[in-house]
């Protein structure tokens, strides 16, 4: 009987335990989205996956670059375009 009592005590002290901790990661949670746009959120992150943005910057590397960061040598005001599609009736 004692030894129920010590195991529902153990029991009892470790649901105290994961309720503190679960207040603690609520509240560090709010902090860090606190930090990021109050709308818009993360630029590059939603949860554990690659924001739309995010994903359009990696399809656009892969296009233009071997790696992201070798767009770093162009400005930012640099515009990347591909040709325009001609239709037979356009060509004169």
Request: with cysteine; aromatic share 12%.
């Amino acid at each position: 009987m004692a030894e129920q009592q010590d195991y529902e005590q153990q029991i009892e002290g470790l649901h105290v335990a994961l309720a503190t901790v679960q207040r603690e990661h609520t509240q560090r949670l709010s902090e860090f989205h606190a930090a990021f746009h109050p709308v818009w959120g993360s630029l590059m992150k939603t949860g554990y996956q690659n924001s739309q943005f995010a994903s359009q910057v990696a399809r656009f590397a892969c296009l233009y670059s071997s790696h992201v960061g070798n767009l770093r040598f162009y400005s930012p005001n640099k515009s990347y375009r591909a040709l325009q599609d001609e239709m037979p009736h356009d060509v004169l």
